[in-house]
């Protein structure tokens, strides 16, 4: 085989492996893009289906006792800076709560429905948080918060 030939095809073989591995880094299988943002924080999850966008929204609601009342819903959400996320019980499932795992909120526990609790995320950051009554049953939840 011609040099020049040679070195054409060990480059397009090169530029093709690396274009391959490049789309796979930047464009990312989207459970691979949950596991670096909550790591294993929703694997005993009972209704997590991946992170619901609205970056473009003032305040976001997130049911508190949805599905068969063990769950929020959405259970995970994107924010940016500046956002109200504002809990609402649903009245099932018993009494629920909202706890931040750091201790950046806590919502007192509620059982009616139409109760509600808010907090504005002022930095961005991953929030996990979990209803302290049913945090072994799965009902967890995160709230991505990005900057403007």
């Avoid at 109760?115 to 991953?126: A, K, P």
């Amino acid at each position: 085989m011609d040099e020049r030939l040679r070195r054409r095809t060990v480059l397009g073989a090169t530029a093709s492996g690396l274009a391959v591995s490049l789309a796979g880094c930047l464009g990312g299988d989207d459970e691979e893009i949950e596991a670096e943002t909550y790591g294993d924080w929703f694997q005993n999850a009972r209704n997590f289906e991946g992170t619901i966008d609205e970056t473009d929204s003032d305040e976001v609601t997130v049911a508190v006792g949805s599905g068969q009342g063990l769950s929020y819903d959405p259970a995970a959400v994107r924010i940016t800076t500046g956002t109200t996320i504002v809990w609402e019980w649903t009245g099932v499932g018993g009494s629920h709560d909202v706890v931040e795992e750091d201790g950046e909120f806590e919502s007192d526990t509620y059982v009616d429905e139409g109760e509600t609790f808010s907090h504005t995320f002022d930095e961005s950051g991953v929030y996990r948080y979990v209803c302290t009554p049913h945090q072994t049953q799965g009902m967890v939840g995160a709230v991505e918060v990005v900057d403007e």
